[in-house]
């Protein structure tokens, strides 16, 4: 009788910290436009990437261009400006496929390790999580308050753990309620287990839709890149071969 009261207690207790954590994600959803934001199917940006070494010095800086559709999966990503000179990846999750493009005349399939890691990086994507992932099957939400947190007392946040193991970890302003940022940990391509963070800055509401138009990306505590969006727009044509094979200019 002893170990059902104790049994019954610790799953009350699990079952209130998913639904404190569910209360998190709705109003952080809300912060960021609501059923406008959860609507969006495609997405349009383009700014400046910076590289940094292991000072935290930039080491390059390139303009970048990103073309994403959330359902199925597909995702553009060019950097430089140049035809000539561009260097652009494609990952298409319907077909399973995705290509490296260099120029205007090198053209290489990507690896299905690298294709698979980014199967697994898109879906700890805070957005897709949001959008499509936090009332799948098998995913647990764990709350973590203030006290729980190292720092200023400003935040509290919410552990996604879903059916394989996958953990990301989103931290939520208190007053805004908006994600300040968020972490996890992944596997390289050399199998070492890192710690990839990334912060969110500057929000701005477009097209009904507030977003961040700066991201810094972390891995083991040393900032690697940056993301500067000049602008953003939702749901625009994109030409279904922009996540093709790309056709090489003669």
């Not at 199967?119 to 308050?145: N, S, T």
């Not at 908006?178 to 710690?195: D, F």
Request: net charge negative; charged share 30%; aromatic share 14%.
């Amino acid at each position: 009788m002893c170990c059902l009261v104790i049994l019954s207690f610790f799953l009350f207790a699990i079952a209130q910290d998913d639904e404190k954590a569910r209360e998190v994600v709705k109003e952080a959803i809300k912060a960021m436009g609501g059923k406008i934001y959860l609507q969006v199917q495609n997405s349009h940006s383009q700014g400046w990437y910076y590289l940094f070494d292991k000072k935290g010095r930039t080491k390059n800086f390139f303009r970048f261009q990103d073309w994403t559709v959330y359902e199925p999966i597909k995702w553009r990503f060019q950097l430089g400006k140049d035809e000539k000179k561009r260097e652009v990846k494609i990952y298409n999750l319907e077909i399973k496929k995705g290509w490296t493009l260099e120029g205007k005349t090198h053209v290489e399939e990507i690896p299905s390790d690298e294709f698979q890691r980014f199967v697994r990086v898109a879906a700890q994507d805070m957005d897709v999580i949001f959008r499509k992932r936090v009332d799948e099957e098998g995913m647990h939400l764990y709350y973590y308050g203030p006290q729980d947190i190292a720092g200023s007392g400003e935040y509290e946040a919410v552990e996604f753990l879903d059916a394989t193991n996958g953990a990301i970890v989103v931290f939520f302003d208190l007053e805004t309620h908006l994600p300040s940022r968020w972490e996890t940990y992944r596997t390289n391509q050399v199998g070492v287990r890192q710690k990839h963070e990334q912060e969110l800055y500057n929000w701005h509401t477009i097209q009904g839709v507030h977003v961040p138009l700066r991201y810094d990306s972390f891995v083991n505590g040393e900032k690697t890149e940056q993301r500067e969006l000049e602008s953003i727009d939702f749901d625009i044509n994109i030409p279904p071969e922009y996540f093709l094979q790309p056709r090489l200019s003669k």
